[in-house]
């Protein structure tokens, strides 16, 4: 059995790669499992960069990490607009982190600001750390297309722990919040067709399954 250690605390993100290595012999470590509280700093510019950043800070306690970071973009802002979320979606305009509760009260009030609804996509960077090697999986194309998404101004009363802005957020096919869904079927965690087989296939061969 390969044992493999996520680099969060953050149960949605567990449920995430557990399902996406469904079926492989492997037994998953959280950071809470082994009392890890150490973070990195991450300073990247992209959550590939910082995904690799973490998974090289954690390959100090395990054998084999997998790290995961994402950033929130509105396509109504500049890339370079300091409203836009970025990767620093906990942190916006430099803000102390905020819990899950104050980023919908936060992001409400910027999407009300832009007009009551944006259009927005979730960049996926994921990291493997295996023995010394680490090895990156990233797709903005993918992400733009297949992760498009309405964010609104206002909440849904349901939450799903760890991904709070699902309860701002709404499907551009059926106008339902993420949160109307299951857990496992939250926009942040939903990972579709093709691409949900390239991200199984780059873990599998990172971790050396195959």
Known sequence: MTKILLGTTNPSKVNRFSKLLEGNNVEIFTLRDLNIVDEPEEIGKTPEENAITKAVFYGKYFDIVICNDSGLYFEELDLADERQPG???????????????????????????????????????????????????????????????????????????GWPLDSLSISKETEKYFVDGSETDSKENIIYGEYKKRVTNFLTEAIEMQ
């Open 87 to 161: 990767l620093n979606i906990r942190t916006p305009m430099g803000m102390e982190r905020l819990t899950d509760e104050e980023m919908i009260e936060y992001y409400s009030k910027l999407v009300a600001s832009l007009g009551g609804k944006v259009s927005a996509y979730y960049l996926d960077g994921i990291a493997v750390y295996n023995k010394g090697k680490i090895s990156s999986f990233m797709d903005i194309e993918a992400s733009k297309q297949i992760g498009a998404f309405y964010m609104i101004d206002k909440a849904s009363p349901k939450r799903f722990e």
